[in-house]
């Protein structure tokens, strides 16, 4: 059974500039999260996908948008990046019948200059 | 005032010793609740669900008390491999899930 995979492992991006952050969920889950974890502070929920459609969100700003693919798989698209932003993107699957069971991937880090 | 408070530690502990750690909650609607755990520069690993009958697995014991808003983790026999952070997470309503920031665990010789 493979698990979450993210990619990619690290990016380094120019304050302004545009970034996309995949996740391919676990074999058997339709429901992905995502994360943002800053240093030394618990996981931020972002948004979930089910179904291709959001149907749930955080604090987070439009500029933070996503999409999920018929297979499961799902991005996340951040606009006009901020020093902020950098921390460690998280995305996590979910099982059908157990949306609340997250497994997670192994993240992507993101550095903003 | 955070929507989910853990005790950050850091808790170190000998080997062998019992550590509990406690996570509280201010919505009285949310519905499910996790333990995760967290090592350095990795991903959080799914750990325990928690329930209000309380539940086991092995060393770990996790507990729910819906009337106080609070959810615990006890831990006994401590080994070495379970230095780590503790993450609590409190879910729904509405799908959105809130990560307590952790707490850290040192588990020493």
């Known amino acids: 059974e493979t698990g979450v995979t993210q990619s990619p492992t690290h990016l380094i991006k120019t304050r302004g500039q545009q970034v996309t952050l995949r996740c391919s969920s676990q074999s058997g889950h339709n429901t992905v999260s995502w994360y943002q974890q800053a240093l030394g502070q618990g996981p931020q929920f972002i948004f979930q996908?089910?179904?291709?459609?959001?149907?749930g969100r955080g604090n987070f700003p439009p500029r933070f948008s996503g999409l999920q693919f018929p297979n499961y798989s799902s991005e996340l698209n951040v606009n006009a990046l901020e020093l902020d932003d950098s921390a460690l993107y998280l995305c996590a699957s979910s099982p059908r019948d157990h949306p609340y069971e997250q497994y997670f991937g192994p993240g992507t880090r993101l550095t903003v200059t | 005032r955070k929507e989910v408070e853990q005790d950050p530690g850091p808790f170190n502990v000998p080997e062998g010793a019992t550590v509990a750690f406690n996570c509280t909650y201010s919505?009285?609607?949310?519905?499910?609740f996790f333990w995760y755990r967290q090592d350095c520069r990795k991903e959080p690993k799914l750990l325990m669900s928690?329930?209000?009958s309380g539940n086991e697995d092995g060393r770990f014991t996790a507990q729910l008390n819906r009337a106080s808003q609070y959810i615990s983790l006890l831990i006994r026999d401590s080994k070495l491999s379970d230095s780590a952070t503790y993450l609590c997470v409190v879910n729904g309503p509405r799908y959105k899930s809130t990560f307590g920031d952790g707490t850290t665990l040192t588990v020493k010789p």
């Open positions: 928690v329930y209000s």
């Open positions: 996908y089910y179904r291709e459609e959001e149907n």
């Open positions: 919505n009285s609607a949310s519905q499910s």
